[in-house]
């Protein structure tokens, strides 16, 4: 497996609602990832999602926050830690936070789903936030790594489609890598669209104007590793979770889902999943990473991006025995 590089990836956010308490649901859960990447040197690359955070800084600044409750300086913290110990931290964007409110005698963040996805925004303003995003990672954490450079994107809830305005906001800012996109995951809602059908099968590839047309030269696309299941993958898959009683959250994070009514059913469409090591057993994973490595057998290098989220993360013990295998394997 020496050509394989797999690329752990971590999205660093509460719930894309607003539910969820940054303290249970991000910061004490990526503390466990972080020692389980530690313990075996592997580099994570968190995706910090920066919308959330210029909201919580706002009302930590205000005073408009429980006493005590520092959300924003928690991040801060924490993704300092992740640089200064040798992990990665790049800028993932959720722009339902723009236009948030923050109800302080209930407190609770109102987000505003009108703004659910990238690209129902124009080219000026995902280009602002871009811009902001990347200069915002860069002031926090280059003091602590000089040669630190965000340049790496990925759009919230895969929501990066149409993507012409997108990705010239991209080459625009300095951004030089994305890796949102999940080949062949197709799925729509009232809020989340993406339709990663047509997407040339290939570990990577650049872009200019269509995820799906290759371009000699532009963005660098490095997909999400996905893999079609069968049907014994899916029994399988299904039984696991429940004999491991497998939960959706860590310990006392209490957020959930946002969910609405589908636009159109998946039962004809085949189904896809995505790398995931926050909610998948390491057989999964293992299995995944061998489906890539036998498509891409003819490369040089493959890299197998996983993804997964800290609010989710209740899977120490298979993401462990996932990176073991791996690292057994060469």
Known sequence: ?????????????????????VRWCLIEPTKKILEIGDKYNIPITWM????????????????????????ARWIEEQLIRCIETGHDVQLHIHPQWINYAYLSTEKKWKVDLNYWKVSSLSYEEIYRILREGKQ????????????????????????????????????????????????????????????????????????RESLKEEAAIGILEIPICTKRYSFYDKVYRELSRKIKHAEDSPENCNG??????????????????RLDICEMSDREMMVILK????????????????????????????????????????
């Not at 020496?2 to 752990?8: D, F």
């Not at 910090?48 to 706002?58: D, G, I, V």
């Not at 790496?152 to 991209?170: D, N, S, Y």
């Open 1 to 21: 497996m020496s050509k394989i590089r797999i690329v752990l990836t971590v999205d660093y956010e509460i719930f894309g609602n607003g539910t969820g308490d």
């Open 48 to 71: 910090a999602e920066l919308c959330e955070y210029w909201a919580f800084k706002k009302e930590e600044r205000k005073g408009s926050l429980p006493s005590g409750y520092t959300p």
């Open 136 to 207: 915002e990672l860069e002031r926090l954490l280059k003091p602590f790594k000089p040669d630190y450079e965000c340049f790496v994107f990925r759009a919230g809830a895969c929501c990066i489609q149409p993507e012409k305005h997108i990705l010239k906001a991209l080459m625009d800012a300095g951004l030089k890598v994305d890796t949102t996109v999940s080949p062949n995951l197709c799925f729509e809602d009232k809020l989340t669209y993406c339709d990663f059908r047509g997407i040339p099968q290939q570990p990577f590839w650049f872009v």
């Open 256 to 273: 959930y889902v946002e969910m609405a009514p589908k636009r159109f059913s998946k039962k004809f469409l085949p189904e896809y999943y």
């Open 291 to 330: 489906d890539a490595e036998a498509r891409f057998g003819d490369y040089d290098l493959i890299p197998v991006v996983a993804t997964g989220h800290s609010k989710l993360f209740n899977n120490s013990n298979n993401l462990e025995s996932f990176i073991k295998k791996a690292l057994d394997k060469g």
